[in-house]
C-alpha cells in the first residue's frame, strides 16, 4: 500500500495489513539483530521514476518479500541531491534476492547502506546531522538540542524493537 501524505517527508510503500515490519523470514528482530542485518537499497532517480517504481514494488511489499519502502518527495539538495532516494529495507540475508527484483524492474546502480550506520550518521557529530544543522544555519543551543532530541529518538526507536510485531508496538508516525 502506497502512503502518499504531504506531512509525511517521504512516501512510504508498506504491508496493507501494516504492522512492525522489521523482521526477517516472518520473525521479528531484536534490537542486536536488526543493528547486524538491517538495511537498504539506495536508489536514485527523477520522482515520476521512483513513483512508478514504487508502485511496481507494491506488491512485493505487500507480500512482504520486501519488507518497506520509503522515498522523497523531493531531491534533499541540503545533502547534495539533485535527485530523489528511494529506501528499499530488507534484512541483509534477503539483499541478494531483492536486488534481483529491483534489477529485473530496470535498477542498474544499487548502494547498500545498514541502518547502523545511518543512525550513527544521524546521531551527534554525525555527518548527515552535522549537514543538517549547518543547512538550516542553527545556533550553538539550537543545534545542542536537535542532536540530543534526535539521540533520544533513536534510542526510545531501538528499545522499541524485538517486542514481537505486536500492533502499537511501533508507531507509522515514527517513520516521518
Keep these: 500500500m502506497i502512503v502518499d501524505k504531504p506531512y509525511y517527508n517521504w512516501i512510504y510503500v508498506i504491508p496493507s495489513d501494516w504492522h512492525f515490519p522489521i523482521a526477517y523470514k516472518g520473525k521479528t528482530l531484536t534490537k542486536e539483530e536488526y543493528l547486524e542485518h538491517w538495511g537498504k537499497w539506495i536508489i536514485l532517480g527523477e520522482r515520476e521514476k521512483l513513483d512508478k517504481l514504487a508502485a511496481e514494488l507494491d ?13 522523497d518527495r523531493s531531491p534533499q539538495k541540503i545533502f547534495g541531491l539533485a535527485e530523489c532516494a528511494m529506501l528499499v529495507f530488507c534484512d541483509d540475508r534477503e539483499r541478494d534476492e531483492v536486488w534481483e527484483i529491483l534489477f529485473r524492474m530496470g535498477v542498474t546502480l ?6 547502523r550506520e545511518t543512525i550513527e550518521m544521524w546521531m551527534p557529530g554525525g555527518l548527515l546531522m552535522e549537514k543538517w544543522i549547518e543547512a538550516h544555519g542553527l545556533e550553538s543551543g539550537e543545534a545542542e538540542k536537535v542532536r540530543q532530541e534526535t539521540k533520544e ?9 524485538g517486542k514481537e510485531g505486536r500492533r502499537g508496538a511501533w508507531s507509522f508516525e515514527q517513520m516521518g
Design 59 to 71: 506488491s512485493y511489499v505487500d507480500k512482504r518479500t520486501i519488507q518497506s519502502i520509503k522515498y
Design 110 to 115: 544499487k548502494s547498500w547502506v545498514y541502518e
Design 153 to 161: 529518538r533513536y534510542e526510545k526507536w531501538l528499545s522499541a524493537l
